[in-house]
């Protein structure tokens, strides 16, 4: 059985459904940013798989080693700031559905460069509570919702996370937002079931349809008398 030591202390949820959140090309640029950030530095993608390893050339089209593109990718998180934008209607739709749902970010990155996270969505008026981990997805969310009754949704744009999420957390409502790039069309497919939206818009209708479904469920069920 996994386990997760991970603090959520800073977490408060109300008695309200619960949408956690990718980070990274969900609710800020990543690949676009990245690629401007690769050319300011000398480098190129070159998408050939889903993956930056083995991708990121040199000016005569070397593939950088390992080592180089992860030092490339820590530089990049550790100047985020410089580079990265909202996604298109990130910010307003979650605006919208915090009033009726509590919102985390949970954003795949080094601890360590949270901090630069945090003041660039602040910025943003992205002000939910933030937490960054390098664990897999799914225990961390089953950790912060817990048994509650209540609807819970996850947003990601990586297979890999929704199926973590899927296994652990019963009755998610799984969502597959990822932008339209070279790179992103060798992305791994989600499990079957799992709607690919293609926009914020998208995304809270059918989170909307979610907590309502949920909701009427629960509501049909405290009507009904115990046997």
């Excluded at 070397?62 to 990049?76: P, Q």
């Excluded at 079931?193 to 909307?208: D, K, L, Q």
């Excluded at 979610?210 to 009904?224: D, M, Q, V």
Aim: glycine share 4%; hydrophobic share 45%.
């Amino acid at each position: 059985m996994e386990t997760v030591t991970f603090d959520i202390s800073h977490v408060r949820l109300g008695d309200r459904p619960l949408i956690v959140c990718d980070v990274d090309d969900v609710v800020l640029q990543f690949i676009d940013p990245f690629q401007r950030f690769l050319l300011s530095e000398g480098h190129e993608l070159l998408p050939r798989s889903f993956r930056l390893h083995g991708n990121i050339v040199s000016k005569d089209g070397v593939a950088l080693e390992d080592i180089h593109v992860s030092r490339l990718v820590e530089t990049f998180f550790e100047r985020q700031e410089e580079w990265q934008l909202p996604v298109s209607l990130a910010a307003e739709t979650l605006s919208r559905l915090s009033a009726e749902a509590d919102i985390v970010f949970l954003t795949a990155m080094p601890p360590v460069y949270a901090d630069q996270r945090r003041r660039l969505l602040d910025r943003f008026g992205l002000t939910h509570p933030l937490l960054a981990a390098r664990e897999p997805k799914g225990p961390i969310v089953k950790m912060l919702h817990g048994a509650r009754p209540l609807p819970v949704a996850f947003i990601d744009d990586m297979a890999v996370n929704l199926h973590s999420v899927r296994e652990h957390v019963d009755n998610c409502l799984l969502l597959h937002l990822m932008p339209v790039s070279e790179i992103h069309r060798f992305a791994p497919a989600a499990m079957d079931g799992t709607p690919r939206v293609n926009n914020w818009n998208e995304a809270a209708s059918m989170i909307g349809r979610h907590f309502a479904e949920a909701n009427a469920a629960r509501s049909l069920t405290a009507a009904i008398p115990a046997a």
